[in-house]
């Protein structure tokens, strides 16, 4: 069986503290139902953010973020200040980080 690699994540989930990690068993849920299709697509949105227009930049991290939400609600007293932008990275953090 080939070993899969994952992909480098520097630059994409930045240097702020996951507050997602305080949530292992939510963390476990959107790992099941986020297909990798999905979690790619919005990898390849935080990758591109410098080539983007800034409000169409803002519009597609709000759908993406709309779309995890509603996949998995983390705890509004973590999420309720949280911009679009950093929900996507805390989610790609989750989806892509190894664990033990």
């Known amino acids: 069986?080939?070993?899969i690699v994952p992909p480098e994540l520097t630059g994409v989930v930045g240097t702020h503290f996951?507050?997602?990690r305080?949530?292992?068993r939510l963390e476990a849920l959107l790992r099941q139902r986020i297909?990798?299709?999905h979690s790619g697509i919005a990898l390849e949105a935080l990758r591109r953010r410098e080539e983007m227009n800034a409000?169409?930049?803002a519009?597609?991290?709000s759908e993406l973020s709309d779309y995890f939400r509603e996949q998995v609600p983390f705890p509004e007293e973590i999420t309720a200040t949280?911009?679009?932008e950093q929900y996507l990275r805390n989610c790609?953090?989750?989806l892509y980080r190894i664990t033990k």
Do not use: A
Request: a negative charge.
């Open 35 to 37: 297909p990798p299709e």
């Open 18 to 20: 996951n507050s997602f």
């Open 59 to 61: 519009q597609l991290y």
């Open 22 to 24: 305080d949530h292992p």
């Open 92 to 94: 790609i953090d989750t």
């Open 82 to 84: 949280m911009s679009d």
């Open 1 to 3: 069986m080939p070993l």
């Open 55 to 57: 409000v169409k930049r």
